[in-house]
């Protein structure tokens, strides 16, 4: 790696480290020693080991926080298989470095797109990359260095794609026996038990969901419906009241005020299907 | 939000955001676009969800290490209803920054009370204010900018006293059977099962329990009571010795050397009743 | 302490504070408060309370990755005991600070050994020396203070030496009735379940174990053996299929792609004995 030219800047960085070990503190004392003055920000090291989809969504959940800097991304199952490292340039004029297994292209779309992007090449690494391939590649490049010195340019259009959970549309509206449905999937539960849905406002919208009405909620495996209704805030809910909002995402969560709708609803995680079936009157 | 004028400060961080998600690394990234170079101390944020009382005694803790400063708390179960958001100036020169819900008012009074405050005014926000209204005053006030620039004044008088937990004085000693005794309960366990009581030194020694001497101890619904010896450090106990001691707060505390008093006494958490009652000789 | 003359320099702090409480922040409030601008690089907190043999192999484990600065260590039975407070200078030009119970002795050795050290002198302390005692002492060092301030002189070979798992040299190779084979034992479990083993890549060559041959571990108490085959990654190994590896310490480690070697092999923790035996062919 190339020394960089620029002043140090800012990575941004999110894992599937965890915090008992000292992978995520060895990646900063990597990045310290490459790069003295870089600003370090974690974003997030308890993505659930190897779990691409949920690093991916989370990232994209990040983006719109996130200044001018260089996005170190590591969830990575293929760790010294075949699967190239990368460094990839947005439209936004962020870089986001990682392994090119679909973590980084929902990010990415989310930044303006990927503008350009160079294999990180190294004879190192193979089972800590995060250290050895990844973080010297993020000081380098948040200090301006030449991406050119990293590896060869590698054409955006070859980058894996985001997992589905990701990056997928709006569901489809059908014609239920009671009303307007759609089937979607819980993407996150987050600490608070607040249960994200794969599912935007132009979805509540094209179900006639608005604020105030009510829809029937059937999480898989879990009969009978429940009804949930739509909120503008927490606070407007009633005690246990199940309710439906636009979370701080702008995504549709279902969520209980002080309380968890996870818990109340039994969903374990992301991935689980739920029908919203909007109410008739 | 006015941009700030002054240097970029320092801001202490707190809250019940917990680690698995990302709010916490969000709100660093909002503070670190706003006010770059802004240097961000993480006090916890594993308070548990909602716990306002446990906030405000983890700030008081906190208060004799805190340089100049703003500190940022967000333990906000009442985030989206009409409670308000607010910035306070103490005594001690710092700035608190969160929800009135008595969560900042124990931490005042520790820091030489409130000298003025002002109401966050905010068009954005009710899902996620540690991102969109609380970080940015925070940022703001850490630069020195003008506090009439995030909103009106507040009358201190009118901020929400502090949750009966963290605020409350000494408990009064009886003549019980056996000798003095009081009734506390328990303010703190911590990660090493040290049990912290809501007594002060000047309650020990209303009781006459001094250094080397004992107390019984009786924890609600874990009859017989058990003895404690009044120690100064850890060391000086026995193995699986029960003790009292001063912790590094100045409170009392019962504590086992290199384990776990509450797993001995069969305390739970915060807010179990505790009879200490000082022994014959 | 006296003021540090220097730049503010860099910490790197490792603990079993855990992140419930507000131990770290606590520390970090200290070192901010006394050395503003120091860096300080978290390795981690989560080390099980009291467990110094656990807290000095992670720091050998970090130390290839530290730049110039002070590492503050402080996993502490002995709080307020007779044992010693010290700051010791390695052969590598590092600051250890920390008790002196063996918590520093392997990462001294693994920096350029002890060249001085000095005992803190403190008239406080005694429940949090952290805060108290340590942290003052790291961030006087960091900024290029004297360290004569701190405290007298100490012969760097009464310091402790390191607990037995993280200094004992290779195991020694018997000649069993399948083979040769070794009794070795696990030193560290990580967040992905890999099972590192107190044996470098010395043992493996004196038992035959080349890349692709395979091996028969036998984790005490799990009778019967399984076979693990060597491999140079993770992803050269079929799935579920046990590995033994070189990790990115050097070490050897068991491991399962994608999976949990802890899990497959019912290894709970550090100090399980596993016997090693070199397969026929």
Redesign the interface.
Request: proline content about 5%; aromatic content about 12%; some cysteine.
């Given at each position: 790696v190339t020394p960089a030219g620029g002043p140090p800047g800012?990575v941004?960085f999110?894992s599937d480290?965890?915090?008992?070990?000292?992978?995520?503190?060895?990646v900063?004392?990597?990045l310290?020693?490459l790069a003295?003055g870089l600003?370090v920000?974690?974003?997030?090291?308890?993505i659930p080991?190897?779990d691409v989809a949920a690093g991916a969504a989370?990232l994209v959940?990040?983006a719109p926080?996130?200044?001018p800097g260089v996005v170190l991304a590591v969830v990575d199952?293929?760790?010294?298989?075949?699967r190239r490292a990368v460094a990839a340039r947005t439209g936004s004029g962020h870089w986001l470095v990682g392994p090119d297994n679909g973590l980084l292209s929902p990010v990415a779309d989310a930044l303006g797109g990927v503008a350009g992007a160079v294999r990180l090449d190294s004879r190192v690494g193979?089972?800590?990359d995060g250290?050895?391939v990844f973080a010297p590649a993020a000081a380098h490049l948040a200090g301006d260095g030449d991406p050119g010195a990293l590896g060869p340019e590698v054409d955006p259009d070859t980058l894996q794609p985001g997992p589905d959970a990701a990056d997928r549309g709006d569901p489809t509206v059908a014609a239920g026996p009671s009303g307007p449905e759609l089937v979607t999937s819980v993407t996150w539960v987050?600490?608070?038990g607040n249960v994200q849905l794969d599912l935007g406002p132009g979805s509540l919208d094209a179900l006639g969901i608005t604020t105030g009405s009510t829809a029937a909620v059937l999480v898989a495996g879990r009969e009978p419906a429940v009804v949930a209704r739509r909120v503008?805030?927490?606070?407007?809910l009633g005690p246990d009241e199940l309710g439906l909002?636009l979370?701080?995402n702008g995504r549709a969560a279902l969520v209980v005020d002080?309380g968890s709708a996870a818990a109340a609803l039994g969903v374990a995680g992301a991935g689980t299907p739920v029908r919203v079936i909007a109410s008739h009157g």
């Open positions: 800012t941004f999110l480290y965890g915090t008992d070990d000292e992978f995520v503190g060895v900063h004392a990597v310290h020693r003295p600003a920000i974690d974003l997030s090291h308890r080991p190897f989370m959940r990040c926080a996130l200044g199952p293929g760790v010294g298989s075949g193979g089972t800590f250290r050895d987050d600490r608070f503008g805030t927490f606070a407007q909002l979370d701080a002080c």
